[in-house]
């Protein structure tokens, strides 16, 4: 069972450039999440989804897209990435039930 | 206002004693979960203990234990014989909400010396 995958892992972009990272869960989670960790600042919510097409904003969104076109997956944009966008990058899901929130294993992405 | 404050940035325990992580939330939802998890220095999360709003005792899962306190809105992660293998970053979490949402504090490093 692979439970949360990230794609990629690890990313250097240019400033001004874009990127996507793939969030795929195989839980059949309705509500999946995107944080991003500074050091010192815990994990913030960037965007979330209570459910296939539904996409809202969390805590830091500026600068990000989303979009959930389909149950498993969860997608992240940078459409013009800056260096305050370096970060690690976790995705999450839960089945909306008192159940813990399941993580992917991070993407580090650096913007020079 | 932060929905999560740990308030100890930095923790030392001696190996195969108790160590008491600090966490305090904020909500008006009579509804929420409160969560602990472990990040070690490889970078995944792990999840430790939840504790429901409406769970009558505290929470506990082999050496850890949720020192849950609704009136003062505290939920403190206790660690019991503590092993080298529990240094890590420590992150107390809360589930609140329609939209389910979680928030995180801004965690705990915990450094366990032999």
């Known amino acids: 069972n692979a439970g949360v995958t990230q794609t990629p892992k690890f990313r250097v972009l240019k400033t001004g450039q874009s990127m996507t990272l793939l969030c795929a869960q195989d839980?059949?989670?309705?509500?999946m999440y995107w944080y991003r960790q500074d050091p010192g600042m815990g994990l913030r919510l960037i965007h979330y989804?209570?459910?296939?097409?539904?996409?809202a904003k969390g805590e830091v969104p500026d600068g990000y897209n989303v979009s959930r076109l389909k149950k498993q997956n969860f997608l992240l944009g940078l459409e013009s990435a800056a260096p305050s966008q370096t970060s690690v990058y976790f995705c999450?899901?839960?089945?909306?039930?008192?159940?813990?929130?399941?993580f992917g294993q991070g993407t580090r992405l650096t913007v020079v | 206002a932060q929905k999560i404050t740990q308030t100890q940035p930095g923790m030392f325990v001696q190996e195969k004693e108790a160590v008491t992580l600090d966490c305090t939330y904020d909500?008006?939802?009579?509804?929420?979960?409160l969560f602990w998890y472990k990040q070690p220095s490889s970078g995944e999360m792990i999840f430790l203990i939840y504790?429901?709003?409406?769970?009558?005792q505290n929470a506990t899962e082999g050496r850890y234990s949720l020192n849950f306190q609704k009136a003062r809105k505290s939920a403190n992660l206790v660690i019991s014989a503590s092993q080298l293998g529990d240094s890590a970053m420590y992150f107390c979490?809360?589930?609140?909400?329609?939209?389910?949402?979680?928030?995180f504090g801004s965690g705990t490093k915990l450094n366990v010396k032999p």
């Open positions: 999450a899901s839960n089945p909306g039930r008192n159940t813990e929130a399941f």
């Open positions: 839980m059949n989670h309705e509500y």
């Open positions: 989804s209570v459910g296939e097409g539904t996409t």
């Open positions: 909500t008006s939802d009579p509804s929420y979960g």
């Open positions: 504790q429901g709003s409406y769970d009558q």
């Open positions: 979490a809360m589930r609140e909400g329609n939209f389910n949402k979680f928030y």
